[in-house]
């Protein structure tokens, strides 16, 4: 977790729009709402919104401002995803940044071959467990989207393998109430309980909407349920830029808060005071190929001005780094990290997720996952900032060295090095002949080799032997109903 925007801490401070520009973005959003309207097609959404005073013509429902303003009040600023050991607390609240991986890539990167496959059941867990290794990832997503189980089952699939191999809050997505109800059900047994579950929920419930202003059924459906169950809410969406928008940034976050704040307004209704965050990344369009440019600069600046906007109106907020359009972890695939990963620990996104894609969201890659872990934790020792203050200045240390001298063998600074300087775990500084000595190892070998020792030693706090009953009888279940 990183602490972004402290003067507290003196972290480096950074804003992409004033509050004049977020204020006149959120009031083009409002009009947006109230003129053009939002498509939802879930009927009990329409109605809530009906019933306090929406205009609903078909599928198009038209949100009075006053309503908007009442659910932004209504909604936490802050909200927590605990681990199931009890250990890991996630709070998801602004300037607390925390990185995870995505969900739903129809390719794998195989971590014995290196090919690339389609992905299938187990690589879920593989992603979990080494995340559960990875010190600088916070939550959990799956990498991946397997289609060699029941279809609609398939997020049930991955939570329960993503909850056998890690203790850390996990981020859930679900295609059906069904599936997000078995969902729930496996997270009870292992929290021991509806009731502790309600008390310390182990995941947050994912899921995104369609640009420009729309709001699928099962979407809906899922987060009105999740939030009269008290499960966390997240709600993520583009626009991609030029093709679900025009070619400005600024039409994109009105788009983009317009369809967040639609989704809101109607969980709020349903449950004032449910937990809940927005997000958004409004890529800009590839000119050549018209597909969303998750490495583009673009990208990562959007992202930022819409954490702006959400801290503006004190909304959570979901943001994406780690994602490359590359296809293999190279010199693309880790310079589009880099500014993606940093961008988003600036401008103090409460969640990051999609650490660990490639081509578009496509490829689920465990070695650019590990990758991405020693990105964040380059950008983690940049957000500490720099203390200035007598004792770091050390005037009189160097006073007493005086000019020419050497402070390696001053205690007071030695003391300070491991705090001071920031050390590698998988990027490599040994001189040439060194690394040579050493069999010569490309950065794409040594994550591949950190991805397999993990694989290989690390072993994740283990599920109790009951939970594991019962979670299997859930499964059970959810096959034979599906089969019906």
Known sequence: MIIANS????????RVLSDDQCRELYTAALECLGRVGVQMHNAAARDLLAARGATVEGLIVRIPTDLVK???????????????????????????VHFGPGPTCTYFVDPQTGERRKAQRGDAGLTAKVCDALPNIDYIMGLSLFDDVTPVLAPVYEFAEELANTSKPIVAWANSTNALQDIYRIAAAVAGSK???????????FTTYESPLKLADAPLANMLWAADHGIPVVCLGGPTVGLESPFTGASALVLHLASALAALTAVQ???PGAAMAIGGLPSMMDLRTARPAYGSPEASLHSAAAVDIA?????????????????????????????QVMLSALSGASLVHDVGFLDCADIGSLAYLV????????AKRVMRGIQVNPETIMLDLIEEVGPGGW???QPRSAALCRTEAWVPTVLDRTPYTL???KGSQTAEELVNARVKNILNTHQPSPLQPEAVEKIERILSDAELRERK
């Open 435 to 437: 690394w040579e000595k």
């Open 311 to 339: 801290r503006y109106l004190g909304l959570p907020f979901m943001g994406t780094a780690g994602a490359s359009e590359a296809k293999t972890v190279d010199a693309q695939a880790g310079a589009e990290a880099a500014l």
């Open 269 to 271: 209704l349903k449950v």
């Open 407 to 409: 402070f390696l063998n």
């Open 195 to 205: 009731k502790a579950l309600g008390e310390k929920p182990i995941f947050a419930y």
């Open 70 to 96: 009442q659910a932004i009040d209504s909604t936490p600023h802050e909200f927590t995803v605990w681990g199931r050991d009890g250990k890991h607390e996630m709070r998801v609240a602004l300037d607390r």
């Open 371 to 378: 990758l991405v872990d020693e990105i964040i934790n380059m």
């Open 7 to 14: 003067p507290e801490l003196h972290t480096p401070l950074f």
